[in-house]
């Protein structure tokens, strides 16, 4: 995704550590939740994201496991 | 009970025992640090959680009647939980291991800004079925933001009090108060929170719509400012000139401080040099008591600048900002962005640095933190660098354009930063075999005023704590030194009968120190240091360093007999190789000087550095380790050095 | 963990009544049920009827309540209770509700006037009682401060009336005695 991009989570990779799974979904990061693309750092990572109204900085090792689709 | 203007007797300020106590629950940013020290006055560190490296932080609030202890647990967004800090915060509520009792009451600290995240975390707490009320903070923000929210139907939706706290508003606070006295009449859900996931959201967005919240709109201030901070060219080069006027800080303000201080103590010495009859009763009050003390006092600056700074820093938001950028760049050695600030201060002090680990969330990061920024090439080193690399090159020489001088001094600030990544790497992959991976993610709060109260609350902590706990170590190693550098006393008549001329002060101050008991140890650890090329005469100035390290150029000085020996340096190139197969060349040849250079860039020499490794980790396990490795590094340097540059020169 | 989901959990949280500490007031989205007197329901909820652990039931249009066995206690049962209603509320169908809107208006005025608004025309120094449900008109008498006070009007339409119409928006009006 790049700045500026909407998406919806739709599900959390059954992969992911259960417990990581779980600190993402109180983080927010939970099937049906809007998520924001705000900044990306200069070298990449990690990304900004604006969720439930606050802004929260992720690497990309956890975010791959994040899935999402885009709103246009 | 007691009466208006009566203390309640017999409680000195630490005694806690009888007292209601009280656990301040919240998210990270919540606000709850800043409500812990409004209720509480100055913040109290009081060491660590038994067992983990995580700060325990308690304090005493004044109610109407009494006094009420409070502990400001570790931020944490679940008490599902995945690291040291949250277990600390679900072992307090549930009393287990080595925690004696469940606090009396709960204060979740939610942020009204951030509602809906913060009700998982109070649904938690509230299953936990202690006493539980609501502070809300924020509300001011969420107002400013265009949300809305109707705290009376919040309480009824949720079933225990909520009271509304924002910075300044005194009378928020007394509200607070008066609740807190009243727990015993707290009310409580009737039915504990859902635990599962889906459900517990569902009762959030159930309880959120019964009190009519309103989510605020993002902070148009803080989108406009990140707008350029955190613009990849231009907030990059604000890091770095923000990064940069830090670090400036530090030397042209505390510097000139540090210099009177030091000042201030020697006159002290030699005041009591003249007024104390008796010799080695003079020495000792001048140079082990005074010196000691100034020794402490001298730290006090920098520590104090440095968390001034930060804690502006980290008050305002742009900590996280500075850590966002830092993060790619500390993650190739098994840090996190946070741990920059930490590695930066520790190029003026370690101790500070070391200090600042504690805005770490993750325990491992902070353990391998603090094992790396002894690494960080310290303001202690400069005249031991200054000295050896005087005494390697000529002032004007050069290579290519660039003095040669200088080169060799950047080269070794390259290496402490090098040195200290690379441990910091290590020392993860080692952590990172005996456990889980905490996964990274950092809140970036919007900006925010720093509350002076706040900054204030945060300095006067980290200077308490390094002089009540650290000050006793250094005050005793410098004690220590003082016996092995002054004692066996020597008569005037042993002297002359040394060919000493007792007449120069000069001559007599190196013959005691050359059969000091010092010397004897310097002696006793040759053959450890002799592969380095190292005699006992350097390894007394390496024994008198483990006080501090600049103190090497003195002693040196002393050991050299040199006329001053603040500025040894002609002195030091006469002295000859007594014995062996060198004999009579120069001692500090360039193999020589190379080793030093590589020792004192390894070693942890500093027993105040200890000392907070000490205080910080909770336990003597880790500055031994941390001496340890870095001895063992420090000599491998010094003799590749020594062998490499001896194959050379 | 609930075997139930797939429908996602209906929001929703249980409020206290004042009057009753046997009755709790779960408040729901709403628009599933239309308020009235249930005389019928989905099973996991008729099974918690018939096993006597619920007595009665009300439903109000954002609100449902049901009354505990008094032998019992919220704390016990509460979880199975809410596991219940939330899988009966998923089945709209299954429940069967007679309208009896002054029987509904009675509770809510009730609840209303001992609660928020109760202790806020307390505090002014006067008193509320409810003094009788007909026809979706409340009728309230108006004591103490209040009966010679000049903000009656406005206390009665603004405060009574608007938190009662509120939760049930059938409501006439409010009269005072």
């Known amino acids: ?72 | 009970m007691s009466g208006q203007h009566c203390e309640p007797s017999g409680r000195s300020t630490t005694d806690t025992r009888g007292l209601d106590r009280f656990a301040l629950v919240g998210n990270p940013n919540s606000g709850k640090s800043t409500l812990f020290n409004s209720l509480s006055g100055l913040r109290a560190k009081t060491g660590n959680y038994p067992g983990v490296t995580v700060a325990k932080y308690e304090g005493r609030a004044r109610l109407a009647d009494d006094f009420v202890v409070l502990e400001d647990l570790p931020g944490t967004y679940s008490l599902d939980a995945i690291s040291p800090d949250e277990h600390v915060v679900v072992d307090v509520l549930e009393a287990n291991g080595e925690i004696s009792a469940t606090p009396d009451g709960v204060i979740v600290v939610v942020d009204a800004t951030t509602l809906r995240r913060s009700l998982t975390l109070l649904a938690q707490v509230l299953q936990r079925g202690l006493p539980t009320c609501v502070a809300l903070t924020f509300t001011d923000d969420l107002q400013r933001r265009g949300g809305r929210i109707d705290i009376h139907a919040l309480t009824n939706a949720l079933g225990v009090s909520v009271v509304a706290v924002t910075p300044g508003d005194r009378g928020q606070v007394t509200n607070l108060k008066q609740t807190l006295a009243r727990w015993r009449d707290w009310p409580a859900p009737v039915i504990a929170p859902p635990t599962d996931a889906a459900e517990t959201a569902a009762w959030a967005s159930s309880v959120l719509a019964a009190a009519n919240y309103v989510e605020p709109d993002s902070d148009a201030r803080t989108s406009r400012i990140d707008a350029v901070l955190l613009h990849p060219v231009w907030g990059t080069a604000v890091f770095f000139a923000v990064m940069f006027a830090f670090f400036q800080t530090i030397f042209v303000v505390a510097a000139p401080i540090q210099g009177w201080i030091e000042g201030i103590f020697a006159w002290l010495g030699e005041a009591a040099a003249q007024l104390i009859s008796i010799d080695w009763l003079a020495s000792f009050v001048g140079e082990a008591l005074i010196g000691g003390v100034g020794g402490v006092l001298v730290f006090l600056p920098q520590i104090a600048l440095l968390f001034i700074l930060i804690a502006l820093l980290e008050g305002s938001g742009y900590l996280a900002r500075a850590a966002f950028l830092m993060d790619r760049v500390m993650a190739k050695a098994g840090l996190e962005g946070r741990a920059f600030v930490a590695l930066l201060s520790s190029v003026a002090c370690a101790i500070p640095g070391i200090m600042a680990t504690r805005s770490l969330p993750s325990a491992r990061d902070r353990l391998a933190t603090m094992m790396a920024a002894p690494l960080v090439t310290c303001s202690a080193r400069l005249p031991v660098y200054i000295l050896l690399i005087g005494l390697l090159v000529g002032p004007d020489e050069r290579y290519g354009p660039v003095n040669l001088r200088g080169l060799i001094l950047f080269a070794m600030y390259v290496i402490g930063a090098v040195a200290a990544m690379s441990a910091a790497a290590v020392a993860s992959k080692i952590s990172r075999a005996g456990g889980r991976l905490l996964p990274f993610y950092m809140e970036i709060p919007p900006y925010q005023v720093p509350r002076a109260r706040s900054v204030v609350a945060a300095v006067w902590s980290a200077v308490g704590a390094f002089v009540k706990k650290v000050s006793s170590i250094i005050l005793t190693t410098t004690i220590i030194l003082w016996l092995l550098l002054n004692f066996p006393q020597h008569t005037d008549a042993e002297m002359q009968a040394h060919g000493v001329d007792t007449s120069s002060e000069v001559a007599v101050s190196s013959y005691a120190l050359d059969n000091s008991f010092a010397a004897s140890i310097g002696k006793a650890v040759e053959p450890v240091f002799e592969p380095l090329g190292f005699d006992w005469r350097i390894n007394i100035g390496l024994v008198s360093s483990l006080a501090a390290r600049e103190v090497f150029v003195a002693t040196l000085g002393q050991v050299a007999a040199a006329e001053n020996p603040e500025e040894p340096a002609l002195a030091l190139s006469q002295m000859k190789v007594l014995d062996g197969p060198n004999e009579g060349e120069p001692l500090f040849s360039p193999a020589t000087i190379a080793a030093l250079l590589m020792f004192f860039a390894f070693a942890l020499q500093c027993m105040s550095t200890v000392g907070v490794l000490r205080r910080e980790t909770g336990s003597w396990r880790w500055p031994a380790i941390a001496f340890g490795y870095m001895f063992a590094l420090a000599w491998v340097a010094a003799f590749i050095a020594n062998r490499v540059v001896g194959a050379f020169g | 963990m609930s075997a139930s989901q797939t429908v996602s959990a209906i929001a929703m949280h249980p409020e206290q009544v004042l009057t009753d500490p046997h009755v709790l007031r779960w408040v729901v989205p709403p628009g599933i049920l239309e308020p009235g007197l249930p005389t019928r329901f989905p099973a996991p909820l008729a099974e918690l009827f018939a096993e006597q652990v619920l007595r009665a039931s009300i439903v109000e249009e954002s609100a449902i309540w049901l009354w505990l066995s008094p032998e019992l206690s919220w704390p016990v049962v509460g979880a199975r209770v809410r596991t219940a209603l939330s899988a009966a509320l998923s089945q709209p169908e299954g429940w069967q509700i007679e309208r009896a809107d002054d029987a509904i208006l009675q509770q809510v005025a009730l609840e209303v006037i001992c609660g928020p608004v109760g202790e806020v025309i307390g505090s002014h120094g006067g008193a509320v009682e409810l003094v009788s449900v007909k026809d979706n008109t409340v009728l309230v008498s108006l004591t103490g401060a209040c009966s010679s006070c000049p903000a009656i009007e406005f206390t009665l339409r603004n405060r009574i009336d608007q938190e009662i119409r509120r939760r049930h928006s059938r409501l006439d009006r409010v009269v005072a005695v």
């Open chain 1, 1 to 72: 995704m790049s700045v500026g991009d909407c998406a919806i989570v739709t599900e959390l990779d059954p992969t992911l550590h259960p417990l990581v799974a779980r600190r993402l979904a109180d983080l927010g990061f939970a099937p049906g939740t809007q998520i924001e693309v705000l900044r990306r750092a200069p070298l990449g990572d990690p990304v900004i994201y604006r969720i439930c109204g606050y802004e929260i900085a992720l690497r990309s090792a956890q975010t791959k496991f994040i899935n999402v689709e885009l709103k246009s």
